[in-house]
DNA sequence: CCAATCGTCGAAAGACGATTGG
C-alpha cells in the first residue's frame, strides 16, 4: 500500500530569514552555553537531566538503537464498528492507495468495512514510531489517521470537573433546539479560510509591487494558492527587493540552501495566551 | 469559555544537545552565511524570496500588522448534522468548559446539540489565526476540534487515481466479511502504546543506573509515564551522569536557563492551565 | 522535494521555524 499525505501546510507562504544589513540569508551555528565556542555536528550528543544541571549523556548512535525496524507493512489488529471512534485520539489524515500487488486485497478490505460498517485499527513504523491507524473506507479508496498515543490524550475529567451535573429540560431545552434549528448549516469546507495567510499574501504582493499597504484593510480571503499565483505574477513587475551580494565561493551553497526554505512567518507572538472568548 | 489542550506529546522524554567535550548545553547563535557574522534578532527580518536570491523584505513589525484582531470570542456559524463531518479536516482537539458567567448557555448548547445531533461550526483566533472549530457534545461538556484550512486538505483524486472503478461482489465480498468478522475488537486507546518512547527511556534508565543495555532487546511497551516515574526513582542512584562545569559568572544564567529546558522529568502537570478562551 | 524532527522561545508543556532524513 502506498501512503499519500492528506493534510499539509506546505502550500503556505515560506518565509527565510535574512540578515538586514547585508541582506544575505541567516543560518544557525550551535555554541557552547559557556565557553561560547562552536559545536560541531559531531561533538553533539544528548543530555538527559536528571537533576539541576546534571545530565546523562546519551550519543546519537545509542538513540538510534531504539527506533523500531521498520518492515514497511501494515499490520491489521482488528475491526471495530464506526461507532465506537474517539476522534480525540486523531492525528494526521493520510490516503491509503494500492500499490500494483495488491489492488484486489485492498478493494475487498474497502468493500467489507464499508458493507459491515467497521474501521481496522491497524500498525506500521512511521517515522521512528510505531503508530496505530485508524483506516476507513473513504471515496475510492481508504483513509488511514495516525491516532496519538495513550498518554497524549488527556483525560476530560479535569477540563469538565465542576461542572454542574444539571441537565437542562423542558421549555429551555425547546428554546436551544429551536435557536440551532434557525442557524442550520452545512459542512462547508471552501469557508474554512486563512484570513492570516491572506493578509501576508497581500503585504507580500504589494512589496513587490512597490505599493505601500493601507492599514489594516480587510484582507480578501482566498485560497493562499490563487494568492501564490498572484504573487508569481506580480514578482516579473519588481520593487523594492533586496539582492544579496555573494561570493562566487558561495554561490552554489546557496542556491543548494534555498530548497531548504521553510515555511511561515514567525511574527511576534501577539497572542498572549489566556485568553476570554465567547 | 476556556480551552484546554486535549492531546499533547509534552510527557515525552525531552533531552538537551550537549558539548560532549565540556559537557555544557549548547545553544543556537544566528550567523550571516555569507560573512559568518552573528546576526542580533532585531537585525533578523523575513525575506520572502521572488526569484534565485532575489528577495523581497519584510519587517517584523509588518507580519505582525496581518495577525488578526482577537476580540477573544468564538462565534458559531452554523450548526451542522454529525453524519457530514469530514474527519480529514481535524486538525487539535481541545477540551471547552464554561467559566462563571456562561454556564447556562454552555449546559442549553451542549444539551440542545446533543438532542438535535448537531455540532456547531464556529470561528475563534488562536494563535494568529482565524480559526475553524467543529464543536460538538463530548460527556459532560465540549470538545472542540480546529480544522485544517481548506488549502491544506488535498484532495483524494490524485492518490485515487488509477484505483479501478470496480466493486466486489458476491462470494468474495462476503468472504471479505467473514475475515473482518473474526477479528472484531473494540476502540481501546491502552494499546496504543509507544515502543520507541519506552525503548528511550529505559535507556536512559539503564544509564542512570550504570547498566548497560543488552543489544536489541525488545522493551517492555508501558506508559511513557509510568516509565518517567521509573527514572525518577532511579535517579537517586547514579551512575554516568554529567555535570557540567559553569563558572561563577555564568551560574545565574544557568540556572534561569534550566527553566526553559523541556522538563523531561516533568512531573504531571496537576492541571494543564487553561487557555481561556471563552 | 516534502514532511517530520528538533531545539528554542517564552509562558501555553505549545508553537515556531530551520534542518534533515526518507
Redesign the pocket.
Known sequence: MALY?AA?S?ERIA???LNRKTGNRV??EFIDSETGDPVE?EDQV?GYEVENGQYVVLETDEVAAAIPDSDKTLKIDAFIPCSQIDTTYFD?PYYLAPDKMGRDAFLLLRDGMKKQGVAAIARTVL???VRTVLIRAHGKGLIASTLNFDYEVRSSEEAFDDMPDMKIGGEMLELAEHIIGTKKGSFDASTFDDRYEAAVAELVKAKIEGRSLPKRQAPVASRPSDLLQALRESAGIGAKVTKPKRTAANANRGAG?Q?????????K?AQ???RRAG
Open positions: 499525505t499539509s506546505s518565509f527565510n530569514t543560518k544557525r555536528r544528548k494526521k517515522f521512528r514510531r540552501r530548497k531548504a526554505a521553510k515555511p511561515a512567518a514567525k511574527a507572538q498572549a495566551p489566556p
